[in-house]
């Protein structure tokens, strides 16, 4: 009996390691995740109650980073309003996420009259200034931050279409597609269930960024008061507050606009990244 | 000859598109105050419609019995006639509202859209000419920082830093005089900018780099022109394509931070009185706006596909050999 010796070929692969910036922008995004489930429970005062004596003051060792208008403690609401800074967005991405999913992918594979209507529908949307008609629609409904997400879900859509579409055009030509058709499964499972697994690294990445704009978009509606309901402790809402009392303790505006910033920032790299890192991994580097 | 024939056909059929869209613009406008809570009557005159009397006249004035297409039918008739109603806050009427305030509006927005060209383009190209090098990353970090930072919060951050911390400039208003007012404006329009800066940075870089791989500009380089007159005579010229088409949305994105920049620096114009209009839902005045704006977009869009046409000669008409 000769054993026959199977040697595996040696694969060499380059381990190619997240980068630096993209493992600090990770870690933000944790610890702004950690704030919002697990922060209330560590935090020594509550967001809601005022100390009297310290109106608008400077940070401290018992206020680190000073009170805000009411007296109420700038770091508490900041990490309360974790909360609703990710939440609102990460809806918007995500339905952003499921129905381009169901509808780009379709409007690719199948072409013809899906596409053409589609994609009649996304060019008008592209074309509707996003913000200005969520902020006039919240305005007249009287609805506050779900509708706001909700027009924003919507408003949303267009780009993810357009961007699954196109990568659903760009696989449809290749020979896995043709060999499923061929081996007769059906339209239904090519799409959903091969291609969908092709373009959803591209999907993601798109979301990210979806993510970070939703974040800007709701945190301006809030500024302008027409988010997240007074008094709720809301990065954009504090904002506004804070902005009334810049003399006083800049931190009430500054810190909660920083947050915003970095968290943006961060989700907008991360989005960026990953759209990189799908070419790569497309062009077989 | 053929080609200037199927330019004028297409502007044409564009132009006239305009008016369905304009009738379904207006449409959308005028339900706008039946879709208050509580119905036009609350819409019109706030929320405290108690007396009947007020009720029933608000009811006469408006033609709230009548059918909703001949209520539509009125409205229209009198927004045609430049009578957008009254607003409800202040009982001016909208139209002499909106005429006063539209100046800063146009002057604020020009100098976003004109710094964020002066300093988008020049770095976006400079970038990929400097591809992976120093510049480009810096370039490349600006942008994203630029497009993910919310124009308020830097509007905050410069008016704490140049305002109160350093007092260089204005804290706010317009003051009064052409060179006071044009100093009032410097910092606002800079926050202006950066929205579209980062967009337009973005666009021209990934363009430039396109460009430069493309077939004309091995064969330019292999007869002998110089590198920066390729540069600057092809391949700058080519890629600003996709800057004209994505200019529809950098004008919208500049017109949105308009209504944030205005209200950080209390600066009284169509986006300050539309923040004042939401915070004291007047309708009359909101409506007024949303003509206004929607109208405005639909003729950028319209301007921007016509200027891409008539610009790029690859572009041909149905119709046309």
């Known amino acids: 009996m000769t054993a026959i010796a199977v040697v595996a070929p040696m694969v060499t692969r380059r381990k190619k390691r997240v980068p630096m910036g993209i493992m600090l922008c990770f870690g933000f995004v944790l610890v702004v995740v950690l704030a919002a489930f697990v922060g209330p429970h560590f935090l020594t005062r509550t967001a809601n109650t005022p100390d009297p004596f310290n109106l608008g003051a400077t940070p401290t060792a018992g206020h680190w980073l000073g009170t805000d208008e009411l007296g109420r403690d700038v770091f ?11 939440i609102g967005p990460f ?31 996304v060019d008008f949307m592209i074309a509707l200034p996003g913000l200005l008609l969520t902020i006039v629609l919240v305005t007249v409904v009287q609805g506050g931050y779900w509708v706001a997400v909700l027009v924003l879900s919507v408003l949303n859509v267009q780009g993810d279409i357009r961007l699954v579409r196109g990568a659903t055009l760009a696989q449809r030509s290749l020979a896995y597609v043709e060999a499923a058709r061929v081996v007769g499964i059906s339209r239904f499972s090519i799409m959903y269930r091969h291609i969908a697994r092709n373009v959803i690294t591209i999907l993601l990445a798109n979301c990210a960024i ?27 809402l504090m904002l506004t507050a804070g902005q009334q009392i810049l003399f006083e303790n800049p931190f009430a505006s500054l ?22 890192w799908q070419s790569r991994v497309a062009s077989g580097r | 000859m053929r080609r200037a024939q199927g330019l004028r056909a297409y502007a044409v059929r564009r132009l006239l598109l305009l008016v369905p869209l304009v009738f379904l613009i207006s449409i959308v406008v005028f339900l706008l105050v039946h879709m208050v809570p509580g119905g036009p009557v609350a819409a019109l005159i706030g929320e405290h419609a108690t007396n009947t009397a007020t009720i029933d006249a608000i009811r006469a004035r408006y033609h709230l019995n009548a059918s909703l297409p001949s209520q539509y039918g009125a409205w229209v008739t009198q927004v045609v006639h430049g009578n957008l109603g009254t607003s409800i806050f202040t009982s001016q009427s909208v139209a002499s509202e909106i005429r006063q305030r539209l100046p800063v509006s146009v002057v604020l927005n020009a100098i976003g859209l004109a710094l964020a060209l002066l300093i988008g383009v020049p770095l976006g190209s400079l970038a990929a000419a400097r591809r992976g090098g120093r510049l480009d990353r810096m370039a490349v970090g600006l942008a994203i920082f630029l497009s993910s930072t919310p124009n308020f919060v830097m509007a905050i951050a410069l008016l704490y830093l140049l305002c109160i911390r350093v007092t260089i400039f204005p ?86 931070a308009t209504v944030f920049v205005e209200d950080v620096f209390g600066i009284p114009g169509l986006g300050g009185l539309l923040v004042t209009s939401i915070e004291n839902t007047d309708i009359p005045v909101i409506q007024g706006l949303v003509l206004l704006i ?28």
């Not at chain 1, 409007?107 to 596409?115: F, K, M, N, Q, V």
């Not at chain 2, 929607?294 to 050999?321: E, K, Q």
């Open chain 2, 171 to 256: 804290l706010g208003g317009l003051g009064s005089g052409f060179v006071d007012e044009a100093f009032h404006l410097i910092l606002p329009g800079i926050v202006m900018c950066i929205g579209p800066l980062g967009f337009v940075t973005k666009i021209t870089r990934a363009s430039m780099l396109e460009q430069r791989e493309a077939d004309y500009v091995a064969f330019a380089r292999a007869r002998g022109i110089s590198r920066h007159r390729i540069y600057r005579g092809y391949v700058l010229r080519n890629a600003l394509i996709p800057l004209l088409t994505a200019s529809g949305l950098i004008i919208v994105s500049a017109l949105t």
């Open chain 2, 294 to 321: 929607a109208i405005w977009v639909v003729l950028v869009n319209v301007a921007v596909d016509l200027c891409y046409v008539s610009i790029d000669p690859r572009v041909t008409f149905r119709g046309m050999r």
């Open chain 1, 91 to 121: 809806i918007i991405a995500l339905s952003g996420l499921i129905v381009s999913g169901f509808v780009g992918i379709a409007a690719g594979y199948l072409g013809g009259l899906t596409d053409m209507v589609t994609m009649r529908v």
């Open chain 1, 76 to 86: 508490a609401r900041l990490v309360i309003g974790a909360y609703s800074a990710l």
């Open chain 1, 210 to 236: 979806d993510f970070a704009g939703a974040l800007v978009a709701l945190a301006g509606l809030s500024f302008l008061g027409l988010g997240a309901p007074p008094g709720t402790p809301d990065w954009g």
């Open chain 1, 255 to 276: 810190a909660p606009g920083l947050a915003v910033v970095l968290l943006a920032v961060s989700v907008n790299l991360i989005g960026d990244w990953l759209y990189e």
